[in-house]
């Protein structure tokens, strides 16, 4: 299918994959029968192959301009890109009670909270500058409607997450580990350089990653001014 029936399917597909499956009965059952670690494989492959057809799906539809392209449009994905991957890999399998995709949330310690020191919901505040720099580059109805989506889900997501956690940990608990994180030093020392180090030249290889692929799998180079 497609036009704007495809993509209207496509966007609905998206949502349904994003959110029944994490549901606390739904994920219960499925982590029962493929376990943990399985679970967040098919997850994240069923995240990854709905987030395919609804990009395919907005290329697909038919083009309906709302503002025309200027060269400055270009660097606001190319920097913006460049924080997001900072975020990704400096937040990605590391301990975050405050926010959704934390490992081992029962080791996170207040006094070295990473990135979460200026950032409460770092992924989600990525997803949002990916949607928002991309919906600027792409003045045409269905990304609009698209990219506009997404920001909305990124935004919107971290006042969803605040409000599940205050529910099960508690206001006061809650409050007392944000005070906790925002009474250290603005810049925090990392438990390990060579950790820190390391994230660091993943973020950087995402980033050029991301720009080789960009071309490849989308079919627009990031670099055309």
């Not at 395919?52 to 697909?60: E, K, L, S, Y």
């Not at 979460?116 to 928002?132: D, E, I, S, T």
Request: aromatic fraction near 10%; proline fraction near 7%.
């Amino acid at each position: 299918m497609t036009g704007w029936g495809g993509f209207a399917l496509a966007v609905a597909v998206f949502f349904v994959t994003h959110s029944v499956p994490v549901r606390p009965p739904v994920k219960a059952r499925l982590v029962a029968v493929l376990g943990r670690r399985g679970f967040t494989l098919a997850y994240s492959a069923l995240s990854l192959a709905a987030l395919t057809w609804v990009i395919v799906a907005a290329g697909r539809a038919p083009y309906v301009a709302l503002w025309d392209r200027a060269p400055w449009q270009t660097w606001v994905p190319l920097i913006a890109m460049a924080l997001a991957c900072g975020l990704i890999c400096f937040a990605i399998a590391r301990p975050n009670p405050l926010s959704f995709g934390g490992v081992r949330n029962d080791r996170f310690d207040p006094s070295h909270p990473g990135i979460v020191r200026w950032v409460r919901h770092p992924l989600l505040v990525a997803m949002a500058l990916w949607a928002l720099a991309h919906l600027v580059v792409n003045g045409d109805l269905a990304h609009v409607i698209l990219f506009g989506i997404f920001a909305a889900f990124a935004l919107l997501g971290r006042l969803i997450v605040d409000r599940r956690n205050i529910r099960e940990m508690g206001a006061a608990r809650h409050a007392a580990l944000c005070a906790a994180i925002k009474a250290g030093p603005v810049i925090p020392q990392p438990t390990s350089w060579t950790g820190a180090a390391v994230r660091g030249a993943v973020a950087v290889a995402l980033y050029v990653g991301l720009l080789w692929a960009h071309p490849v799998v989308i079919g627009v180079s990031p670099l055309a001014f």
